[in-house]
């Protein structure tokens, strides 16, 4: 089976930064592959699978190692073998990270604002509440309010719950009044989130990745290896940008938003090398019980449908 080069070039170019960041490209792969059948796998597994990455035994041991003291995995020891599996707490993570990721393009925006009131709050507080609701998209609007026109409800509340602020801050809902494009709500948008250097980093995504597309639809055959790698560095790559973008509605964003070329090249990629990546996950990762199960229903339901 032909394997394609510029697949290898893109393992190459991943195996040679510097540091490679065992740990988060370990969370990619859980919360994109093995987060779906089942979220437990066999550490030896794992391992084989990373190598060709260019993790070796010891980072991969060490990584998973932080990755468990901060909460996100927990072992399970059979025999001589150590299995590890997400936490709960580590599921909700990917569960509201990834969420994102393969999120539908923009829905329609129906005119209203979730703010959060946060004055009330001491300092320190109100700096660990601004950088969570950054995360989340919002943008700081005014001193001491934070906004955003498509914010996830559970999130929120689950955010304000967690600091336990929610009954110090106030939380609202703003209509609002006129034209959902004008000139000053775009001035506000480009003051609040700064969509240049996130545009820059999707334009970098499209540049890279349009090439590997054109390669993949023009290939009689993919290696499943191949498959699961370009997926992997893919979504991982992916990731760390899109996490960044605020998810505004459409009507706020520029005209030639690069973010929705890049989903779309996403998306397409995804969809015609999943089967091969599944084929080698199924192939070579190993639970207490054999092989990976079987990927949950939701999993075919990533960009709105696979």
């Known amino acids: 089976m032909n394997r394609l080069r510029c697949i290898d070039?893109?393992?190459?170019?991943?195996k040679d930064q510097r540091p490679i960041r065992g740990g988060s490209l370990i969370i990619t792969i859980y919360?994109?592959?093995?987060?779906?059948?089942?979220?437990?796998?066999?550490?030896?597994?794992?391992?084989?699978?990373?190598?060709?990455?260019?993790?070796n035994q010891r980072l991969v041991r060490t990584s998973i190692f932080r990755l468990t003291?901060?909460?996100?995995?927990?072992?399970?020891?059979?025999?001589?073998?150590?299995?590890?599996?997400?936490?709960?707490?580590?599921r909700r993570r990917f569960e509201s990270a990834f969420r994102r990721v393969?999120?539908?393009?923009?829905?329609?925006?129906?005119?209203?604002?979730?703010?959060?009131v946060t004055t009330q709050?001491?300092?320190?507080?109100?700096?660990?509440?601004?950088?969570?609701?950054?995360?989340?998209?919002?943008?700081?609007?005014?001193?001491?309010?934070?906004?955003?026109?498509?914010?996830?409800?559970?999130?929120?509340?689950s955010t304000l719950q967690d600091l336990c602020v929610q009954n110090e801050v106030i939380h609202m809902h703003s209509q609002l009044v006129g034209s959902q494009t004008s000139s000053p709500l775009k001035e506000l948008v480009?003051?609040?989130?700064n969509l240049q250097q996130l545009s820059e980093?999707?334009?970098?995504?499209?540049?890279?990745?349009?090439?590997?597309?054109?390669a993949v639809e023009a290939a009689d055959e993919l290696d499943p290896e191949q498959c699961f790698?370009?997926?992997?560095?893919?979504?991982?790559?992916?990731?760390?940008?899109?996490?960044?973008?605020?998810?505004?509605?459409?009507?706020?964003?520029?005209?030639?938003?690069?973010?929705?070329?890049?989903?779309?090249?996403?998306?397409?990629?995804?969809?015609?090398i999943q089967a091969g990546a599944e084929q080698f996950l199924s192939s070579t990762q190993e639970t207490a019980d054999g092989p990976l199960p079987e990927a949950a229903p939701r999993f075919y339901k990533r960009f709105g449908g696979l």
């Open 69 to 90: 003291k901060d909460g996100w995995l927990t072992s399970t020891q059979v025999g001589r073998r150590s299995f590890y599996s997400l936490t709960d707490l580590g």
């Open 229 to 272: 790698q370009l997926r992997t560095l893919m979504i991982h790559h992916y990731r760390r940008v899109q996490l960044r973008d605020p998810q505004l509605p459409e009507k706020l964003l520029p005209a030639d938003w690069a973010g929705t070329s890049a989903r779309i090249l996403c998306r397409n990629i995804y969809r015609l």
């Open 201 to 214: 980093d999707y334009q970098e995504f499209l540049e890279r990745f349009r090439p590997v597309l054109r």
């Open 9 to 14: 070039e893109l393992v190459e170019e991943f």
């Open 31 to 55: 919360g994109d592959a093995i987060s779906p059948r089942g979220g437990t796998v066999w550490l030896g597994s794992l391992i084989k699978l990373l190598e060709p990455l260019g993790l």
């Open 102 to 116: 393969y999120a539908e393009l923009y829905p329609e925006w129906d005119g209203m604002w979730d703010m959060v």
């Open 121 to 157: 709050l001491d300092n320190e507080l109100r700096k660990v509440l601004k950088k969570e609701l950054e995360w989340l998209g919002f943008g700081n609007i005014a001193p001491g309010v934070m906004a955003h026109p498509m914010a996830d409800m559970g999130e929120v509340t």
């Open 190 to 193: 480009h003051e609040c989130w």
